[in-house]
Each structure stands twice: as structure tokens, then as C-alpha cells.
């Protein structure tokens, strides 16, 4: 979950926008209450990756204080640790004028440069917000001429392009969206003399080509609600591997007796293709009747939810159910407690686990992890003086739970495919445990901090540890306001031990913990102009996320943003 935080300036500056990348706790999601806290759920069984957020098209209709220019700064990559992206936005302060006249700048330009050779470019263009219309363009490039690791061996470049359009009516909205993305990187996690092979042995590219359409209502008290989004997604790699994923989902929601009684189907479908020296279909697809009650203390969410997995290459055709049971009181005040039971098949695809850990190697296997159930409790609210708390306990059981392990090639492979990583499942029922805890303070407006843990457990029954999955990691995130014109970001992030296999020994190898302490200090020069710092890995650990693929040291970016 990211949350959108807009905090009003005095003179000279209007509005910073915050895109903060909290990855708040996962809660679930219930009746309808008249008050601002909502609480979802979406709990995901994948790492989450560290993704970049940027709003590709903004409002189409709004009144002047909504009106935002955005820029976007470094995502570090290869994906390592997860890191919070702060996207200031700035607008046209009042300035003694009236507020409808003041103004927005909806383009920017970004220019930066770094150590390890980092060049960064960015280019964001969108038509008038005021027309029924709207279509952005963003181009975006990320590159570094040389790595942690045998200098141009562990470099990277990250580069997309896309165009997005909105068109809003009286009663519905479209959206539609296509993008290309190209990451180059290099497996330079490798144990042997870098003169024993050439350098592009081990470089590997993805091209990614996306396509995206969205239909739904807008209307004011429908008698039905509706939403229809579509995405078809191509994935290559230089290698032959080939994944082409068909994503759609429709959500109906009937309001029987309105803010006490809905009815609601979401169905969702998947159908997928991988190639990778054979053919394989894999589709999903799932339906979700339910049906929410709001007793204005009370609420309730009945539901079942029936999935069907197909697998040609592995035989698998097989529908299964789960009942889903949500129940929500409210205190007085801002209190909330939750409680309920769930259960999914989660889909594990080759652009999915790429995004968790790129440096898999060819012709992995692909199996969807069952939650045959979960249950879960916990409590969210707002203690007063701008203190705010998330708690969520949970237990549950998984089925082809999967790990990350090095590679260990056969007999007459390369040795340099160790620096490759396979996918192992357990395909014993794997019993875990997650408490995650989140505190969000603002005791005054220049200053915001949360902390956030997060806690798992793993029952042992396959493999003796939870290969490359942390069982403790913690962030502590601040945003500063210095003065209308100076604007700091500082995260630390704790990331706890985990276990790797060695390929040429098979002896237990512990990586350990870590801390990653970072920062960005954004000044802006006039309403146009801004110029940015930013550092990362500032204790300069070289740590391993991953067995043998050390991260950067310390590293940094200074650049300029220009918006018209």
C-alpha cells in the first residue's frame, strides 16, 4: 500500500506531494465505516520488490491546490533491498494571489549523475489537465559503467519508455497504458578468476511490453458499481526464455441497502505462456462472491472464494475453495480491532519471481503456492497527538512455499553458473507465523517518522532454513520539512540474517544481518527549479541480499529538476 501525503507550505512554495513507499501493514479490508480509517489486506507470499512510483496522469478535473508537478529521483537497482522512494511534488504557492489562478507545472525534465559512473535521465510530459482527455509521456533511464564487483562486470542500466491516457465522462473513465522496459545487468555472484570467461557470459537482458486498459464506473450512487481492467504483458530475455501473461479482473459491487448491505463479486483471470526449452501453459482463474454488512460498530465480510490452477507441462487441473470470514468492531475513536480467516492460491510467474530476484538462472520451475488458510488479528488507530499504530498477528499454512538457492551445476556444466539462482518448493504443508507492527508519528507538520517491523517464521519441513528469506526486518523512515525551501529524507533499514546453501560444498552459509542507512535533500532553487542530493548505503556495509552478490558501498546522485 503507498500512501499519498500533501502537506501545505507558506509563502514561496505551495504543496510538497510525498509518494512514500511505506508498504504499510497488510491489513484487511472491511465494511464500509463513516470515518477516514480504511484498513485492506492483500498479504502476498513474493519479497517485495523495491518499485518505483510515479503518478502517470494526473487529475482531470481538479481546482487549482490539486494541480501537481511531479519529478521522480534514483531507483537504486539491482534490486537489493527494499527502498522507500520519496517523490517530492511541487505546485504554484498562493503568493498573494487568488488560488485559482496560481500556477501548475505538469512536465519535468530530471538530470543526474553519481559515482560508479551513474548517469540518470528522466523526461515526464502530459497534456492540459483541464481537458476530458489526458495522455503522458515518460521516458526514464538509470545506468552505472561499473559495479561492487570487478568493476564493469557488476554494472547495470535500467530503461523504460511509455505513454499513458485517461478519458473521463459524466459516468465512466478509461485508462489505457503501454510501456517497454529493458534491464541489462550482469550474474557477477560468481567464485572463479574473472580472465577464466568473457564478460558476456554472464550478461543478461529483459525486455518487458506491456498493455493496459481499464474500464469503470464513475456515476454518483450507481445502482451497480463496476470496474474492468485488462493487461498483457511480454517478457524476453537474451537466453530464449519467453513469458507472455494475460491479466484481467472484474469487480460488481451492488449496493442492496446502501452503506449497510453490498453485495460483491470480484473475478480475476489469468492466462500465461511460458517458453523456456519447452511450452508451457499455465492459466488461473478465480471468482469471489461475498457479501458486506455494516452495523455501524460492527461489520462483517461473508465470502468463498473457488480457484482453478492448469499446468499442461506438469498435469495440473484442479479447482479448489476457500471461505474467506472477516469481522471488524469500532471503538470510540479512531480504534479499530479485526479478525478473520482467508485462504488463495498465489501465482508465481517468471516476470514475478525476476522481480524479486533477477538472477535466476534458465529453465526454472514454476509452481503457484497454495495458502490453504490463514488466520489472522489485529487492531489499527489513531492514539491522538499524531500518533497513529498498525498491528497485525497471523498463522497459517502454505503449500510449495518457495526459496532462492544458488545453482549447483551438473556434471560438465559451468562453474559460473553458480552465480546463477534455482527456485526451490516445499511441497510439505509449511506451517508460518507473521506479526508485523507499524508506528506513524507527526508530532508537528515539518516532521514525519514511522517504524515498521516485520516478523516471520517458518516451520521447518523440506529444507532445515527458509533459504534467502529474512526472519526479522525493520525501517524507520523520517520526512523533514528544514524550511520552505529545504526538504530531507532519511530511512534506516535493519535487515536480518539469512541462510544460503554453498553450490560447491552444500555446507550452510549464513549471510549476515545488516543496516542500510539513507537520505535525500531536495532544495528548491525557485517554483521551476530544484536541485537534489541523494545518498544511499551511507554506512557503506557490503552486504550480500543475495549469496555472493555484494551491493554497492556507498553511492550517490546529485542532479537538477526542471518543471514547465
Do not use: C
Amino acid at each position: 500500500m503507498k500512501f499519498l501525503i500533501q502537506i501545505n507550505y507558506k509563502k514561496h512554495i505551495s504543496k510538497f506531494l510525498f509518494v512514500v513507499g511505506l508498504n504499510l501493514i497488510i491489513l484487511p479490508t472491511f465494511a464500509q465505516i463513516d470515518d477516514d480509517i480504511i484498513i485492506t489486506k492483500d498479504r502476498k507470499v513474493e519479497l517485495p520488490p523495491a518499485n518505483r512510483v510515479f503518478e502517470k496522469i494526473p487529475p482531470v478535473k481538479s481546482n487549482s491546490e490539486d494541480k501537481q508537478m511531479k519529478y521522480t529521483f534514483f531507483d537504486r537497482k539491482p534490486k537489493g533491498i527494499e527502498e522507500v522512494k520519496f517523490n517530492p511534488n511541487v505546485v504554484q504557492p498562493n503568493g498573494g494571489k487568488k488560488q485559482e489562478d496560481a500556477e501548475s507545472y505538469n512536465n519535468y525534465v530530471t538530470l543526474g549523475a553519481g559515482n560508479y559512473g551513474r548517469i540518470l535521465g528522466e523526461v515526464f510530459l502530459n497534456t492540459n489537465q483541464e481537458n476530458n482527455m489526458v495522455i503522458g509521456v515518460h521516458a526514464y533511464h538509470n545506468s552505472t559503467v561499473r559495479g561492487p564487483i570487478d568493476d564493469k562486470n557488476s554494472a547495470n542500466m535500467y530503461d523504460k519508455a511509455e505513454i499513458t491516457g485517461k478519458y473521463l465522462a459524466q459516468k465512466f473513465q478509461v485508462n489505457a497504458g503501454f510501456n517497454y522496459n529493458r534491464d541489462q545487468y550482469y550474474f557477477y555472484g560468481y567464485r572463479r578468476p574473472r580472465e577464466e570467461f568473457d564478460r558476456k557470459e554472464i550478461r543478461q537482458v529483459l525486455n518487458t511490453v506491456q498493455f493496459n486498459v481499464g474500464f469503470e464506473n464513475t456515476a454518483p450512487d450507481p445502482r451497480v458499481d463496476y470496474s474492468l481492467k485488462t493487461n498483457l504483458r511480454s517478457l524476453k530475455n537474451i537466453y530464449g526464455a519467453q513469458e507472455t501473461d494475460w491479466a484481467s479482473s472484474f469487480n460488481v459491487y451492488f449496493p442492496i441497502i446502501k452503506d449497510k448491505f453490498i453485495a460483491i463479486v470480484d473475478a480475476d483471470a489469468f492466462v500465461t505462456q511460458r517458453s523456456d526449452a519447452e511450452v508451457d501453459k499455465r492459466n488461473l482463474f478465480r471468482v469471489k462472491p461475498s457479501f458486506k454488512i455494516n452495523l455501524n460498530s460492527f461489520g462483517a465480510s461473508i465470502g468463498y472464494k473457488a480457484v482453478n490452477e492448469f499446468d499442461e507441462v506438469k498435469k495440473i487441473n484442479q479447482t479448489k475453495g476457500f471461505p474467506t470470514i472477516e469481522l471488524t468492531y469500532k471503538a470510540p475513536g479512531l480504534f479499530y480491532l479485526f479478525a478473520g480467516m482467508d485462504g488463495d492460491i498465489v501465482r508465481n510467474t517468471l516476470g514475478s519471481l525476476l522481480s524479486e530476484n533477477p538472477y535466476l538462472k534458465s529453465q526454472v520451475k514454476l509452481l503457484n503456492t497454495e495458502k490453504s488458510q490463514e488466520y489472522y488479528i489485529g487492531t489499527k488507530g489513531d492514539i491522538g497527538s499524531g500518533l497513529s499504530f498498525n498491528v497485525r498477528g497471523a498463522m497459517g499454512y502454505y503449500k510449495n512455499l518457495y526459496y532462492f538457492n544458488n545453482y549447483t551445476p551438473d556434471f560438465g556444466e559451468a562453474l559460473g553458473d553458480t552465480a546463477k539462482f534455482t527456485i526451490m518448493y516445499d511441497s510439505l504443508r509449511t506451517q508460518y507465523f507473521n506479526l508485523v507492527l507499524q508506528l506513524n508519528y507527526q508530532p508537528v507538520e515539518m516532521w514525519r517518522t514511522y517504524l515498521r517491523t516485520d516478523i516471520n517464521h517458518y516451520q521447518r519441513r523440506s529444507f532445515e532454513k527458509p533459504f534467502h528469506r529474512p526472519l526479522f526486518t525493520a525501517k524507520w523512515g523520517n520526512t523533514i520539512i528544514v524550511s520552505d525551501r529545504f526538504l530531507a529524507n532519511i530511512d534506516l533499514y535493519y535487515y536480518g540474517k539469512t541462510f544460503a546453501r554453498n553450490p560447491s560444498t552444500q555446507e550452510l552459509v549464513t549471510n549476515k544481518a545488516f543496516y542500510d542507512l539513507n537520505a535525500e535533500f531536495d532544495y528548491l532553487f525557485s517554483k521551476q527549479f530544484t536541485a537534489f542530493v541523494k545518498l544511499n548505503n551511507i554506512l557503506g556495509q557490503k552486504y550480500e541480499r543475495f549469496l555472493y552478490y555484494q551491493q554497492q558501498g556507498l553511492n550517490f546522485l546529485v542532479g537538477v529538476n526542471f518543471s514547465f
